[in-house]
């Protein structure tokens, strides 16, 4: 007869059997395709998704640039020069993010702010310096004037 063993006979022992430390961890057979498939009665599985993770809306460069310019106008002083495109910069991201365009609303909103605030700061800078001016030409008239009264 040949060293081979024939078919009809049984594997020797641990034949097929992992060897050396992996025996340790080999897998018991266990309940589990039974509690999945009671939790799959319970819930359906997610609906399917394309891709590893949701895109986020783009972000809206106008309300970027709104803010840089609002804060701009305030920080080196170019109130007026800044503030108008501050305001309407900031009005056009806010239509876009109302149109679901975009999601950083509260920098457009923040941009607005910040280019009114530079926008008053401009007038109330005008009025102060025509105050001035009116009363810096009118009070050398008015203190010569009662002087020479006398």
Do not use: H
């Not at 495109?85 to 993010?97: D, E, T």
């Not at 109330?124 to 006398?150: E, H, T």
């Amino acid at each position: 007869m040949s060293d081979q063993p024939s078919s009809s006979q049984p594997p020797a022992e641990g034949a097929g059997q992992p060897v050396g430390p992996q025996a340790q961890y080999a897998q018991a057979p266990s309940a589990q395709p039974q509690y999945q498939a009671q939790y799959e009665a319970q819930y359906p599985p997610p609906p399917y998704q394309t891709g590893g993770y949701a895109q986020p809306y783009p972000k809206n460069d106008l309300a970027v640039w709104s803010f840089v310019l609002g804060l701009a106008g305030l920080v080196l002083g170019c109130l007026l020069v800044t503030g108008i495109p501050a305001v309407i910069l900031g009005r056009n991201a806010q239509r876009a993010v109302a149109a679901g365009e975009a999601n950083n609303g509260g920098m457009a909103t923040a941009g607005i702010i910040l280019g009114w605030v530079s926008i008053a700061l401009t007038v109330a800078v005008v009025v102060l310096f025509g105050f001035l001016l009116v009363l810096g030409v009118a009070l050398p008239f008015a203190i010569s004037g009662s002087s020479s009264v006398g």
